[in-house]
């Protein structure tokens, strides 16, 4: 008896993408299509280099079954409908085009699910604005693996990736559960990485936005790693602890009970030996744009939908918007134009 | 009749001083002598060059009456006591020395009269814990005035300075108010500069410390110009305006009253066209400490002291901190060991 593969897509393929399409492809039961961009051409050339704390290193010339740069129109190429699209790039809501627009071709309305493994709140809800009748998973992932050069990646903290679905009005749960249920079987089939279904996603994501909207926040204002934050001692009680209050705060407005014990497993969840920066000061500090509006836009927004006061978080957003703007500028997407007519002019 | 010039003590001599310098000697009325550092071997040689708004440009050569490299000790060099000590250096309590400490050996007790030019609020007190017989005067600088290179001064926006009395309980407010009026006097003798005698210097110096304590502190984090903020608009709205206003109610607790066109009018206050980085912003930009705690931290403890919250104000402080941690630790004044026990490790 021969099974079917799920045909599987991968958008993003950084280092979370790489090593959930080697996870999928290595478990058998998946086939794999990624979409590439700067790395395409260094891969249909040699292959994935990945060296992985899970997978083994010195792994050379890998590939997912298929590799392309461009989003697959699935009904003008005519191609099967993807059993899932798993989506992996960074979450810029504030860069056209946004994922929706990304996605959208790949997407057979009412069949695809779409898994979405990003940072930050609320990435859903534009998702099921587009595909009502579409299961959405939200997926969280907790691996350390970053590209190091194009198409080479290196996997230092283990692929642990909680998967469930989001409520959507048009879905049946017990649909969404199940389409849920399957991919963590199909990413956990290769047994060296630990998938598992979360059936409170809401609380794992607001666990992980708490972390990123104070230390990936302030790290990117400062570009300074969490270990001198630590050390510093004042970084942490003047800052990353005020915001995180914050953030616990308006989970439990958001329904999402988040113990106190949280901060302080959070504050020491980085090794402190490994001057660690996260990924948006990681981001800024290449000259790329920042996902800052998932991960604190979204926050001081429910916030304020609550009528809750966060001025920690809207002022360090305020910076962070302040931060996009030069990149922005650096881009060629804003000019300052003292000519142009403004209330502050 | 000879008039006896006053003996004054110039400490810091970048733009701010060395236009304090200028205007000090040609107004005939006053010796100045000028403590140099960095630029003191440029100067030794060949004087400052001086291209000035107010006293005309291309001045090459000039010097003051005594120009020297260490802080003279009045009683163990056997000097006349100085009618004035002129203090215009950046005003950083976090780095030793400290003001006082620098200035100490030029003072000498219940006669000289301290005149602190610089940012912030709370410069004072120490001067006057240390000397509390002494007249202390408290300056503010309105003057654009920027050492390009050793020695090279561009003075490019009229030398206003308000001066009175801070007062001091040891101190006959008769003697302060003279010796302020008197530096007024010397000051403005040259006829090209605009030197008052303020009555009112608490409301000035909050007044400035309102553009101070926003923009400067903002455009450090951002590295970012007045203009573009006021472009972006953003910045204004979530950052300029909140912080403003957290100043204007500390203000009011520590009495003093500033309209809220006050804030209207600092918005506006740099000309747009000139993409104007404020100083602590140039200061981090050539690797200097910034004088973060006159400017952000004295009028959050202000604040704490009259019972009020003030989260914009202690997060953009929070931050200046950790960007003050950065540079301690490139001159090598901070460490950052892992081995180290805290109590976030």
Redesign the interface.
């Known amino acids: 008896m021969t099974m079917t593969k799920a045909r599987v897509l991968i958008v993003g393929t950084g280092g979370v993408g790489t090593m959930a399409a080697y996870a999928l492809e290595t478990g058998g039961q998946a086939e794999v299509t990624a979409v590439l961009r700067s790395n395409f051409t260094a891969v249909q050339r040699s292959g994935f280099e990945i060296d992985s704390l899970d997978h083994g290193t010195g792994i050379k010339g890998w590939k997912p079954s298929s590799v392309r740069n461009t989003i697959p129109n699935v009904a003008e190429e005519g191609l099967s409908p993807f059993d899932y699209v798993v989506v992996t790039t960074k979450n810029i809501p504030d860069i056209r085009p946004t994922v929706v627009e990304i996605i959208a071709p790949a997407v057979t309305a009412g069949k695809t699910t779409i898994c979405m493994v990003q940072n930050g709140i609320n990435i859903e809800k534009p998702i099921i604005e587009r595909f009502p009748r579409n299961v959405v998973l939200s997926g969280i992932s907790l691996i350390g693996a970053t590209e190091t050069a194009h198409g080479k990646i290196r996997h230092d903290d283990n692929d642990t990736l909680k998967i469930g679905p989001y409520p959507s009005l048009q879905v049946f749960p017990e649909a969404a559960e199940a389409a849920a249920r399957n991919f963590v079987q199909i990413y956990g089939a290769c047994g060296k990485v630990d998938c598992m279904y979360d059936e409170n996603v809401p609380f794992s994501r607001w666990r992980k936005v708490t972390y990123n909207a104070s230390f990936n926040s302030?790290a990117t204002?400062?570009?300074?790693d969490t270990?001198?934050?630590?050390?510093?001692?004042?970084?942490?009680d003047?800052?990353i602890l005020?915001a995180m209050r914050e953030i616990v705060m308006t989970a439990k407005a958001c329904g999402v009970e988040l113990p106190d014990s949280v901060m302080d497993a959070l504050?020491?969840a980085d090794p402190?030996?490994i001057?660690f920066r996260p990924s948006m000061c990681q981001d800024i500090e290449k000259g790329n744009y920042i996902e800052f509006e998932n991960i604190v836009g979204e926050p001081v927004r429910e916030a304020e939908k609550h009528g809750l006061s966060t001025?920690?978080l809207?002022?360090?957003?305020?910076?962070l918007?302040?931060?996009q703007?030069?990149t922005k500028?650096a881009k060629g997407l804003w000019t300052?134009?003292?000519g142009?007519c403004?209330?502050?002019?």
């Open positions: 302030v204002v400062l570009r300074m270990s001198r934050m630590r050390l510093s001692e004042h970084i942490i003047d800052l005020p504050v020491k402190i030996d001057f001025p920690v809207k002022t360090i957003y305020g910076l918007k302040g931060l703007l030069k500028e300052p134009s003292v142009q403004g209330k502050y002019i």
